[in-house]
């Protein structure tokens, strides 16, 4: 055990292969260098965690935005088709923050373009409040909506819509 613990401090650990880019904060770590700062202390709130299943890929990252996940490799659809079934595809959005969750359900009612099948109040993994409400606008759709760190967060699936539950209730705070 010791000699493990001591390897990680050793040596810089290997990228992950989904690493999000953020040049934007490696520029102002770089500028605080460039002044001769000696520490530079990051405060940031938490971000959205989610736990998926192991053979699925997350793609589209735009931090503080939204993600698409998926059950099925990246390229298998150009866009526009049908998915296959067992294929899922998910999208996690976090909503600005002047929209809350009890006003972003109301647009989804008001919404004529949108049928809602059902409505559920749920609760995550974490303790926190969700609603889970079944869609119907070309094709069946299971959303989540919840609040993460004062925001509204939206994962909506398509497809094979078997594991949404299992996912949705893993949503919360990434600390």
């Not at 002044?35 to 940031?44: F, Q, R, Y």
């Not at 965690?49 to 150009?78: D, N, R």
């Amino acid at each position: 055990m010791p000699e493990v613990l001591l390897r990680t401090k050793l040596f810089v650990p290997p990228l992950r292969p989904n690493l999000v880019p953020r040049p934007h904060l490696i520029e102002r770590l770089n500028q605080g260098l460039q002044h001769g700062n000696k520490l530079t202390l990051i405060s940031a709130p938490a971000g959205v965690s989610l736990f998926l299943p192991e053979s699925w890929t997350v793609t589209l990252v735009l931090p503080g935005q939204s993600a698409v996940l998926q059950s099925y490799p990246e390229g298998k659809y150009i866009g526009g088709e049908a998915l296959e079934p067992d294929d899922t595809k998910c999208d996690l959005t976090i909503r600005p923050p002047d929209i809350g969750v009890a006003e972003y359900l109301q647009q989804l009612k008001s919404d004529p373009t949108i049928t809602i099948v059902s409505e559920q109040e749920i609760v995550l993994q974490s303790g926190e409040p969700g609603t889970r409400i079944e869609v119907e606008s070309m094709g069946r759709s299971i959303s989540l909506i919840t609040e993460v760190n004062e925001r509204t967060v939206l994962l909506t699936c398509f497809g094979e819509l078997a594991p949404f539950d299992e996912i949705a209730v893993t949503l919360g705070v990434s600390e």
